[in-house]
């Protein structure tokens, strides 16, 4: 028996000195430590040291909004939307962003700038219109969807056939052979809504209909169409679609409902070309002791072709490059390395982000924060948060450090295209007692009004005239002190 105790005494010791070991080596890397999938400091510990960047905080918020960073951010986007204007994948205006980005980021002094290369679609509108015919003559407003095809040079002219759901195309699917499908489904709300712009051509397809007019996904119109990316499926005709304006879609519901017979003859010149070269722009500010540990911040620099592409997404690239702007003017240097990535072609279902999670995803495990701003940069309400619940609640701690300007909200459901392979791709877990379970990286977006993004969205109205250099230079401060006190942070952030 007393042999027996020694042996299990000695076998205790050897798994304390094993548990000690790793718990020394997460220490060291800077990685999170856990026992039972739980951090060995308390909350409390936690709570304590974010409250410690207190004056930090202060001093970029000052920075930002009051002293000589000033607007910064705005006039640096104005400077870029007026020489460019918008950005289409593809295009020649959009490469020239790409380059003069590439400088700038040179110039202001960050590390490891460099462009890497992807392949993007090349998709262009050409000519378009659309004219009702019957019951009268009417031109309307419209913007081919973005991979469309486009129509023959004489256009197609057919009859159309106006509803108001998916469904109410399915019960009527005799009725759409040979006819142009209009829907004029109503505003619920983006994410939902925005299925009839991305689906409708190939619904519309599958019951015979010959080309596809979709309202546009907006809660407000001034008469204004909006663009967007739709998407064709494999063995089912290819037709033209396009968006119309919510008050020419009214107006043809208005009609059908009164027994009038609807002629609309459409024209497209769309066209796609072979994928083409293109970058992701790349810039950093270098850990001081976990360097190869990295929070990213991001926009996109693309843009459709209509407008300025100020708003979506001049605001959030511009906004991501100030906030490492701020924290070197300051002369901060966090723990881990801040990389700023301004994506290309994200219009086009997030394909440089795509590209660059295939280039990078092996270092999964180091990226303990991924932001990007890509729902405009007017006034904050808050910070949309995707993460484990520990990792919540530290996030609603760094927050609080942005009372000074009393934003404050953590809200749930990180929203942003390119960062979304990052929040749902698993990342295994190193330490031997949660061998075989699965964890995921968290995410962080910037919220504010919705109303007013999806106002100017996609249309002719995304332009400087919608951005504000007050509420950028609001913005940019809670980007860079989330940003910053997360990269210096002494453990990464708990994943789900």
């Known amino acids: 028996m007393k042999k027996q105790l020694e042996k299990k005494k000695k076998m205790k010791s050897l798994l304390f000195t094993f548990v000690g070991v790793v718990h020394l080596l997460c220490l060291s890397s800077g990685k999170a430590i856990y026992g039972n999938g739980i951090s060995q400091r308390t909350f409390q510990e936690i709570k304590e040291e974010i409250a410690t960047y207190g004056d930090v905080a202060k001093a970029i918020i000052n920075h930002a909004i009051y002293g000589k960073a000033q607007n910064r951010s705005y006039e640096r986007l104005a400077l870029l939307v007026y020489a460019v204007g918008p950005r289409l994948s593809g295009s020649k205006s959009l490469e020239k962003a790409i380059q003069i980005m590439y400088q700038n980021l040179r110039e202001d002094g960050l590390e490891n700038v460099h462009l890497e290369p992807v392949k993007i679609p090349h998709w262009e509108r050409g000519e378009e219109s659309a004219v009702m015919l019957e019951p009268r003559i009417h031109k309307m407003a419209i913007f081919g969807l973005g991979s469309s095809i486009g129509t023959p040079p004489e256009g197609i002219t057919a009859e159309a056939l106006v509803v108001t759901s998916f469904n109410e195309l399915q019960r009527r699917a005799p009725e759409a052979r040979g006819k142009i499908v209009v829907y004029n489904q109503p505003y619920v709300n983006y994410s939902t809504t925005v299925l009839y712009r991305v689906r409708g051509a190939v619904e519309a397809a599958k019951v015979g209909a010959v080309a596809s007019l979709i309202r546009s996904v907006t809660s ?25 304006t919510v008050e020419d879609a009214e107006m043809m519901s208005g009609m059908a409902s009164h027994g009038a017979r609807i002629v609309i003859q459409l024209k497209m010149g769309a066209k796609s070309y072979p994928d083409a070269d293109s970058f992701n722009t790349v810039a950093e500010i270098i850990g001081s002791k976990y360097p190869e540990q990295v929070v990213l911040v991001s926009g996109h620099l693309d843009s459709w072709d209509v407008g300025q592409g100020a708003m979506d997404d001049g605001g959030g690239a511009f906004i ?39 280039l990078h995803k092996a270092n999964i495990s180091n990226y303990s924060l991924v932001m990007e701003s890509d729902l405009g940069t007017f006034l904050p309400s808050g910070l949309q948060f995707t993460g484990s619940d520990k990792a919540r609640a530290i996030m609603e701690e760094v927050m609080r450090l942005l009372q000074p300007i009393n934003i404050t909200q953590v809200f749930r459901n990180a929203e942003g295209t390119d960062i979304n392979y990052w929040i749902q791709a698993g990342v295994p877990v190193p330490l031997p007692q949660e061998i075989g379970k699965t964890k995921y990286s968290s995410g962080a977006s910037l919220l504010d009004d919705l109303f007013k993004y999806f106002s100017f969205h996609h249309s002719h109205g995304d332009t400087m005239t919608v951005m504000d250099p007050k509420e950028m230079n609001i913005a940019a401060a809670l980007w860079a002190v989330v940003s910053y006190v997360v990269a210096d942070m002494e453990e990464m952030l708990p994943r789900s």
């Open 220 to 244: 407000f119109s001034i008469y204004s169409p909006h663009t967007g990316i739709q998407e064709y499926q494999d063995g089912v005709p290819k037709i033209p679609t396009a968006c119309i």
């Open 320 to 358: 991501s490059w100030e906030a490492l702007s701020l924290i070197k003017d300051l002369g901060l240097r966090p723990k881990r390395t801040l990389r700023l990535v301004l994506w290309t072609a994200e219009e086009q279902g997030g394909i440089g982000a795509f590209q660059y999670y295939q």
